[in-house]
């Protein structure tokens, strides 16, 4: 049915999308659920229908009206995170998922996904018009809605956000990137306090869910923009005071503590009202704890301190057991929209220093297509979805999630291990055995490297074990290296001062644009061969080359069956050349407290898409 519903949706350039992602974003694992079977005793919202957010005009403010049942004021929420939380409330900064989300409840964007459709909704925006030709867009803002200083939101704000943020490269330049058709920007320009219009070059697939982001208060950042790069990064950074964030969501910051929690207080002049004239949202707080590891997050959840928690697949027969006599129920959401997998550190050049960012020993392993092939064939898959997800999650093989209707068939069953064809490839390259079974290279160097991964992350650390205990098998030496999530990502982003890495990317199974970012040789999360300012001797991998033009490809491609095709083959050359080894693919179990009303679970939208319409009832 959804198929069905897309490929309709996408002959008319409505492109659809996930709640909370335009672009991929590296996952620090809190709400990674390795499970495949459809084992819970709950399932997810079969008989909600959901119809489209009607406006009803108000003492001058038109405001978006609730899809769900009323509600009553009162209460909080309570949910975690893993980590030492969030780096930055400012959303156009963020580049972990953690301070994305504190963003996006703080910051509202012209349009959303709809949770159960996935069509694009408005939310800021009332209604987009696209031009026959598909090349214009324009967007009319809701009337009379208010930044929390109380200054009225319109044009002015989103044609900032547009060309003095997001076109200017301030922050993370990842939606920019993205927003490059044919190596041209988007022209954004005013029609009038509340009409906004954008021109794209070209039709352009995806641009109907990327135009839809979140909008700044140009009446505040002004002054920051004027101060330059350096200092837009570092405004409303972790210190700031919560009074001075001016934002249009339904929540506000209230308080954080670091390595302990996150407050955010209900924004009490929201633009969203029920049918009984109340406005949303109805809890008073939404609290992130902040929390070491996922065992102390599930102790939390049982003690009940947690309101909502991601079953990992080894938990689900407790939690199964508990729901019989606890106070919450399980939902299984389907697929998880991210990715598990190894990444190789491929970079060859040289910093600004003329010095080389990796060991140039391990860069002819990691380059060798034979070395990286060997490994992805000494991976046990089937055992890692045993072991770590007690046996109900999936081997992923493709650059796509399972979930994805862009998914490259003929590769989703992928190989088994093959220690002897793995030790095979090895001795082509020159890798030779010496009488104790340790591996060396051509030039008698031992094999040895270190592979990282977000420390407290409990199923990633099981999962890295079990790399080094494989990689043994073929006389490779892993210095296995768990650290704090924050550190690895600057490691990763910032230094490149790495060799091999076991993480996560949430992205989008129903739009592979917004993967731009890590396949594009210029890409923000291009991990595998990060680009820095100052790089010496810079030249694109042949591969990398064939990627940059079957990423404009398939953007520019608005046939689904044409546009699939582009991205079959993106994802060969993916599993041909191994930059990146998939290792397995979640479903999202999740547990939540009964004393949660209006709650409607979906696949696309999780169980709180409808945070500001969620209500307490203290009698479950």
């Given at each position: 049915m959804i198929m069905k519903k897309f490929l309709k949706i996408l002959l008319i350039l409505v492109v659809i999308s996930l709640v909370l992602c335009s672009c991929f974003r590296i996952d620090r694992g809190s709400q990674d659920i390795e499970t495949k079977q459809k084992e819970t005793s709950n399932n997810v919202n079969e008989n909600k229908t959901y119809k489209p957010y009607a406006t009803k005009l108000v003492n001058g403010t038109e405001y978006r009206m609730s899809r769900s049942g009323q509600g009553k004021y009162g209460g909080q929420i309570v949910t975690s995170t893993i980590g030492e939380g969030p780096k930055t409330f400012n959303p156009w900064v963020s580049k972990d998922a953690t301070s994305s989300e504190i963003g996006e409840l703080m910051y509202d964007s012209l349009f959303s996904t709809d949770p159960d459709s996935g069509e694009?909704?408005?939310?800021?925006?009332?209604?987009?018009?696209?031009?026959p030709d598909l090349k214009t867009y324009t967007i009319t803002l809701r009337k009379g809605v208010k930044w929390s200083d109380g200054t009225e939101i319109t044009a002015d704000d989103v044609v900032f956000t547009w060309n003095d943020i997001i076109l200017a490269g301030f922050g993370n330049t990842s939606l920019r990137d993205s927003v490059l058709i044919d190596g041209e920007y988007p022209k954004v320009k005013k029609i009038d306090k509340y009409t906004v219009e954008f021109k794209i070059k070209k039709p352009f697939a995806p641009f109907q869910r990327f135009v839809g982001t979140q909008i700044a208060p140009a009446h505040i950042f002004k002054p920051v923009i004027k101060k330059g790069k350096r200092y837009f990064d570092?405004?409303?950074?972790?210190?700031?005071?919560?009074?001075d964030i001016v934002a249009s969501g339904a929540f506000l910051l209230e308080e954080y503590v670091p390595a302990q929690r996150v407050v955010l207080k209900r924004n009490p002049n929201y633009y969203?009202?029920?049918?009984?004239g109340q406005i949303l949202p109805y809890i008073d707080k939404?609290?992130?704890?902040?929390?070491?590891?996922?065992?102390?997050?599930?102790?939390?959840f049982e003690a009940g301190e947690l309101d909502t928690i991601s079953v990992r697949g080894k938990d689900l027969p407790r939690f199964k057991e508990k729901q019989k006599k606890g106070n919450f129920k399980i939902y299984n959401l389907g697929p998880n929209t991210g990715t598990m997998f190894l990444a190789f550190n491929l970079n060859t050049r040289k910093n600004k220093d003329n010095k080389d960012y990796v060991n140039p020993v391990k860069q002819k392993w990691f380059n060798d297509i034979n070395f990286r092939t060997a490994i992805d064939y000494a991976i046990d898959r089937t055992s890692m979805v045993n072991n770590v997800t007690n046996g109900v999650a999936q081997p992923l093989f493709t650059a796509e999630s399972l979930s994805s209707i862009y998914l490259n068939e003929k590769l989703a069953s992928g190989h088994q291990r093959d220690i002897d064809?793995?030790?095979?490839?090895?001795?082509?390259?020159?890798?030779?055995?010496?009488?104790?079974g340790i591996l060396h290279d051509k030039d008698n160097n031992k094999v040895e490297f270190d592979l990282y991964t977000n420390a407290g992350q409990t199923e990633r650390e099981a999962c890295g074990v079990m790399v080094k205990e494989d990689l043994k098998d073929l006389g490779i030496t892993v210095n296995?290296?768990?650290?704090?999530?924050?550190?690895?990502?600057?490691?990763?982003?910032?230094?490149?001062?790495?060799?091999?890495?076991?993480?996560?990317?949430?992205?989008?199974?129903?739009?592979p644009h917004s993967g731009k970012n890590v396949w594009y040789s210029k890409g923000h999360l291009h991990l595998f061969n990060m680009r820095f300012q100052g790089d010496k001797n810079d030249t694109l991998l042949d591969w990398e080359k064939e990627l940059d033009e079957l990423i404009?490809?398939?953007?520019?491609?608005?046939?689904?069956?044409?546009?699939?095709?582009?991205?079959?083959?993106?994802?060969?050359?993916?599993?041909?050349?191994?930059?990146?080894?998939y290792l397995y693919s979640p479903l999202t179990i999740t547990a939540v407290r009964n004393k949660i009303k209006n709650l409607y679970p979906t696949a696309l939208g999780g169980t709180m898409h409808n945070l500001n319409e969620l209500y307490i009832d203290e009698k479950d």
């Open positions: 694009v909704i408005p939310y800021l925006a009332k209604e987009m018009k696209v031009s570092s405004y409303l950074g972790t210190t700031v005071k919560p009074k969203s009202m029920d049918d009984k939404y609290v992130i704890l902040i929390v070491g590891d996922l065992n102390n997050e599930l102790l939390k064809y793995a030790k095979s490839l090895l001795k082509k390259s020159g890798f030779y055995w010496d009488k104790n296995f290296k768990p650290i704090e999530f924050n550190t690895l990502v600057s490691k990763i982003m910032s230094t490149s001062d790495w060799d091999m890495v076991l993480m996560g990317l949430t992205g989008n199974p129903l739009e404009e490809q398939g953007a520019l491609e608005l046939d689904y069956n044409k546009r699939k095709a582009v991205y079959d083959k993106y994802q060969q050359i993916i599993y041909d050349e191994r930059p990146i080894i």
